[in-house]
């Protein structure tokens, strides 16, 4: 009798405890946050082309990286055009197209990489601000004090990104972010990083921070490129 009154208590005892582990996993899985996004990995081919690493880039910029924070970040649209505008990093995001597309940047360095870039197309940016007819040039000025400046012409009719992503991951900070010109079939410094304004100009003997030290204005990257 005895022992039949101690296995019951035993069963009963089981019984509590995964009663009372139950209840915990419950509160517990009540407490569980949503699903934790970690970080994207670096595709190294696309559509078949096999791509370089972030990590192959040299820094070389005029002040080292820029750390921009995107809650105060605002690209300016300014100079000759209807409506001059200043977006966040997430309206430019919502508001407009995105692409991809393969672009290798060439650098003076002697150095290349070839990376497919997603962004968005800086002629549907100013379109939307209504382009003056004197206008040129399209100026871009950086967050660290850089500039460089390129034909309006090229950037209509080249589909020119400014970029967000690479390889299919965020850029970092040590690339640009927020956003980075992808300036095709131009040398490297004209890849302007941490874009923070894009100005209309009809002023086309504008020269930026390393055309004004020697460096060709028109940066083919199939021509030399000191200046003429």
Same mark, same amino acid.
Request: hydrophobic letters at 35%; charged letters at 30%; a negative charge.
């Given at each position: 009798?005895?022992?039949?009154?101690?296995?019951?208590?035993?069963?009963?005892?089981?019984?509590?405890?995964?009663?009372?582990?139950?209840?915990?996993?419950?509160?517990?899985?009540?407490?569980?946050?949503?699903?934790?996004?970690?970080?994207?990995?670096?595709?190294?081919?696309?559509?078949?082309?096999?791509?370089?690493?972030?990590?192959?880039?040299?820094?070389?910029?005029?002040?080292?990286?820029?750390?921009?924070?995107?809650?105060?970040?605002?690209?300016?649209?300014?100079?000759?055009?209807?409506?001059?505008?200043?977006?966040?990093?997430?309206?430019?995001?919502? $508001? &407009?197209?995105?692409? =991809?597309?393969?672009?290798?940047?060439?650098?003076?360095?002697?150095? /290349?990489?070839?990376?497919? *870039? +997603?962004?968005?197309?800086?002629?549907?940016?100013?379109?939307?601000?209504?382009?003056?007819?004197?206008?040129?040039?399209?100026?871009?000025?950086?967050?660290?004090?850089?500039?460089?400046?390129?034909?309006?012409?090229?950037?209509?009719?080249?589909?020119?990104?400014?970029?967000?992503?690479?390889?299919?991951?965020?850029?970092?900070?040590?690339?640009?972010?927020?956003?980075?010109?992808?300036?095709?079939?131009?040398? $490297? &410094?004209?890849?302007? =990083?941490?874009?923070?304004?894009?100005?209309?100009?009809?002023?086309? /003997?504008?020269?930026?921070? *390393? +055309?004004?030290?020697?460096?060709?204005?028109?940066?083919?990257?199939?021509?030399?490129?000191?200046?003429?």
């Amino acid at each position: 009798m005895g022992s039949r009154v101690l296995t019951i208590l035993i069963i009963v005892g089981l019984l509590m405890t995964g009663v009372i582990l139950l209840i915990d996993r419950v509160v517990v899985d009540e407490d569980k946050e949503g699903t934790k996004q970690l970080d994207a990995a670096e595709i190294r081919e696309y559509e078949g082309q096999k791509l370089s690493s972030i990590d192959d880039f040299r820094e070389n910029s005029i002040k080292g990286p820029q750390y921009i924070d995107l809650e105060d970040y605002t690209l300016t649209v300014s100079g000759l055009v209807q409506e001059p505008v200043g977006y966040s990093f997430q309206e430019i995001l919502d $508001g &407009y197209q995105d692409y =991809k597309k393969v672009v290798t940047l060439k650098c003076v360095e002697g150095w /290349d990489a070839t990376i497919v *870039w +997603e962004g968005v197309l800086v002629s549907d940016i100013i379109d939307r601000s209504g382009v003056n007819p004197d206008a040129t040039v399209v100026i871009f000025r950086a967050h660290d004090g850089c500039s460089t400046s390129l034909p309006l012409s090229y950037i209509q009719e080249n589909d020119i990104l400014i970029a967000y992503k690479m390889n299919d991951v965020w850029l970092p900070p040590e690339r640009g972010a927020p956003f980075q010109l992808v300036a095709e079939s131009k040398w $490297g &410094y004209k890849w302007i =990083k941490w874009i923070t304004e894009i100005e209309l100009s009809n002023n086309e /003997d504008y020269r930026g921070y *390393w +055309e004004r030290r020697g460096y060709s204005n028109s940066a083919d990257d199939d021509k030399g490129f000191w200046k003429d």
